[in-house]
Structures are given as structure tokens and as C-alpha cells.
């Protein structure tokens, strides 16, 4: 029986194009960082570092301190101490980004729903952003950080999607047991992980990413439509 839902957001509750949202984000994070001297290229490749520090984070500290080692390592000290400068653009500056995504009336009504029905819900969004930034994403989505029991950041993680530890420190953080969990997500790579553990895996197709081009017949797919017919027979 299935009684945790475990939603993806960028591309599942959040509709968006993962190029133009990444355009977005970048345009306007090297221009609040240009004025103290951070070069725009060398300041999106350390971005991409950081992340690929995360990314392979083994779980010997938070991803957030993961990030922070690489991004050090490539700006130094300078870089740990401009660290408000950062907090600062995902309270300002990224509220526009909002601009690059989509909204799905479906998405909150969905959700909404499901926990109406009785599930334990989590979001369970790659944790390469800081909480402040996850927050907003989920407000941009129509929700709010309290339809669930857990949203996992760059502060409170350990692994990065498709790391099957990162679902298991979500069920070990909420004593889950995997095999009454259904994740859903649009990655057909990391969001598909998850059944590594055990849980189930609902593909939304909406904003789908298949960059193997893995055959998903397998899996249980579709829009909200077809999700909440799947969870209604569960």
C-alpha cells in the first residue's frame, strides 16, 4: 500500500524549460556579482563546479558545505566572505527568474488532493538550492512549504538525485519504509532512481527529461490527469 507521495518540482510541479530557467537564473546572478569583481564566465563554470561537487557529495557533509569547499577552492576566501552577497540575490534578484517558469493550475490541485486523501507528502527536489530558493520555487508552484512534511535543500541533504542514499536519507529522516512510497518526477534518470529502493515511480510527462532515451513504457506516466487516476486505484 502506498501511503507517501514524493513529488519532484522543477519540471513536475513547477512547469519550466530547464535552458531558459538556467538562462535566467545565471543572467542575473553573474550581473549582482559583477560589481565585486567576479568574472560571468568564470563565475557560471564555478556554479557548475559546485554543483558537480554536490552531485557527487558522498555524504560526508551537507551538499551546502560541499558546494561552498569547491566554490572556495576556485575563488577563495573572497568567495566564503561574499557569501551574504549570494544569500541576498535568492531574496531579490531570482524572484524574477519566476518569470522563466511555467504554472499548472493542476499541480496545486493535485496536491492538494493527495493530502485531502490522506498521503504523506514530501518534495523531493534535487537539493542544489539553498531552502530560501526552494521556498520560492514552491510558492511559484502555488503551494507552500507546509503542504509537506519535508522539502530537502542544500542544508538539510546529504546526496544528490540520482544517489539512491538521497531517497534513503528521505526515508530514514521520516522512517518511510520505500516500498509504501511513489515518487513522482519528470526525469526518466533521476527521479526513476528512486525505485532502486523500492518505491514505485510515476513519470509526469509533461515536462519530460530523457536524455538516455530509456524506454518508460514500464512506468506508470502521463499528465495530473493520469497521476490522479493512478493514485486513486492505489
Known sequence: MIKNILFDLDGTLLPMDQDKFANGYFSRLVK?????????????????????????????????????????????????????????????????VKTDCGFNTQAAGTVKKLKKDGFKLILATNPIFPAVATESRIKWAGLDKDDFELYTTYENSHYCKPNPDYYREICEKLSLNPTECLMVGNDAEEDAAAEKLGMRVFLLT???????????????????KELTEYTDKI
Not at 39 to 56: E, H, L, Q, R
Open 32 to 96: 549582482k556579482l559583477a560589481p565585486l569583481g567576479y568574472d560571468p564566465k568564470k563565475t557560471v563554470d564555478g556554479i557548475w563546479a559546485g554543483t558537480a561537487a554536490m552531485v557527487k557529495n558522498n555524504g560526508d557533509c551537507t551538499n551546502e558545505q560541499a558546494f561552498w569547499n569547491k566554490f572556495g577552492e576556485i575563488f577563495g576566501e573572497k568567495a566564503i566572505k561574499d557569501k551574504p552577497v549570494f544569500d541576498e540575490y535568492y531574496r531579490v534578484e531570482f524572484q524574477d
Open 206 to 224: 509533461d515536462c519530460l527529461i530523457n536524455k538516455k532515451g530509456k524506454d518508460i513504457s514500464g512506468y506508470p506516466h502521463g499528465g495530473f
